[in-house]
Each structure stands twice: as C-alpha cells, then as structure tokens.
C-alpha cells in the first residue's frame, strides 16, 4: 500500500517561498511509469494541478505556475518537494501530494489519482 505524507510550515509570510515535502512510503519514486503530483486547493474553487516530478526526475508545471514553481526529489528518502516562490494570498490552499500515471495534469478530483496524501494547510498572510 503506498501512502504518501505532506510536511511543512503552515504559515508563509507574502513574498517567501512555500516549501512542501512529501513523504512516500510503500513504493519508490523512481519506479516506472509513476509520476509525483502536487494539487492544492483553494475554498470554493477547483482542485488546480501546481506541477509533477516523474520516475525519472523529470518535471512538469501548470503553465500558470511554472515561473515560481520548482519540484525536486530525494531518492534516498524517498521524497519529493515543491518549492513556490513569491507567494501571494492567492496561494492559500489545501496541498496535496498525489501519483498517478502522467494524467495528472486533466484530474479534476483527487479520487483520479492512484494515491494521495491527506493534505497540508498553507496560508500565506503576514
């Protein structure tokens, strides 16, 4: 069974760099033909696809976010982290860290992914 963990601060002051790890455990990342997702979202809106990390380490981003989005692994934790720089309010949302097959990017609820965590709150307020 694969599961898979969100950590990091909660509070993100405007301006900074969100910073989300994601924990997996039951699998590795490396394993073909998986792909590391991160959703988040806001209330009242859409679940919004931020970007994703393949097997192979290679990365993805929603068009919207890829000039401040970054996403980076530790193999030999078994990890992967989204780093998004110069957050605004706008950026508040539930994050989520998911896999799925490389379709991502179309799913509109978290029950198309294979696995998802449970969630991290961030806010970003001063």
């Known amino acids: 069974q694969v599961q898979l963990q969100e950590s990091g601060p909660g509070l993100v002051e405007p301006s900074q760099t969100l910073s989300l790890t994601c924990t997996v455990s039951g699998g590795s990342i490396t394993t073909n033909p998986y792909y590391w997702s991160w959703v988040r979202q806001s209330p009242g809106k859409r679940l919004e696809w931020v970007g994703a990390?393949?097997?192979?380490?290679?990365?993805y981003f929603s068009p919207a976010l890829r000039s401040r989005a970054s996403i980076s692994r530790d193999t030999s934790k078994n990890q992967f982290t989204l780093q998004l720089s110069s957050v605004t309010p706008a950026d508040t949302a539930l994050y989520f860290c998911?896999?799925?097959?490389?379709?991502?990017?179309?799913?509109?609820?978290?029950?198309?992914?294979?696995?998802w965590g449970r969630g991290a709150q961030v806010t970003v307020s001063s």
């Open positions: 998911a896999r799925d097959r490389g379709g991502g990017i179309y799913y509109t609820s978290l029950s198309e992914y294979d696995y």
């Open positions: 990390i393949d097997y192979s380490g290679t990365t």
